[in-house]
């Protein structure tokens, strides 16, 4: 059994940067595949990015792609998401999954969830 929680959410301007992350306990984490999906109220939870166990391939959003990275470092068993440029738009609780077994973009497969972590993003 995994946990993961999240940090390092905030309110920002539009424009700047965050940098989230989220910690694994409980499992190997380096034995899972990883994603970031957001979900903002009223509406339905969006896939943000996603990693493979090894970090070398790596899925992104249209919305976000070459604003956000996400990345891992498995000997720290933690995985992140660097977002630049933020909008208005990317206002949202920012929730990070692992173990996908659906494909890393359809939320309904994945197997373990942290709790979120909320980012607002002011214009």
């Known amino acids: 059994q995994v946990q993961l929680v999240e940090s390092g959410g905030g309110l920002v301007q539009a424009g700047d940067s965050l940098r989230l992350a989220c910690a694994a306990s409980?499992?190997?984490?380096?034995?899972?595949?990883t994603g970031w999906f957001r979900q903002a109220p009223g509406k339905e939870r969006e896939f943000v990015a996603g990693?493979?166990?090894?970090?070398?391939?790596?899925y992104y959003a249209d919305s976000v792609k070459g604003r956000f990275t996400i990345s891992r470092d498995n000997t720290k068993n933690t995985l992140y998401l660097q977002m630049n440029s933020l909008k208005p738009e990317d206002t949202a609780v920012y929730l990070c999954a692992a173990d996908p077994k659906r494909g890393y973009r359809d939320y309904v497969g994945y197997n373990y969830w942290g709790q979120g972590t909320q980012v607002t993003v002011s214009s």
């Open positions: 990693i493979s166990r090894g970090g070398v391939i790596t």
């Open positions: 409980g499992g190997t984490f380096s034995y899972y595949g």
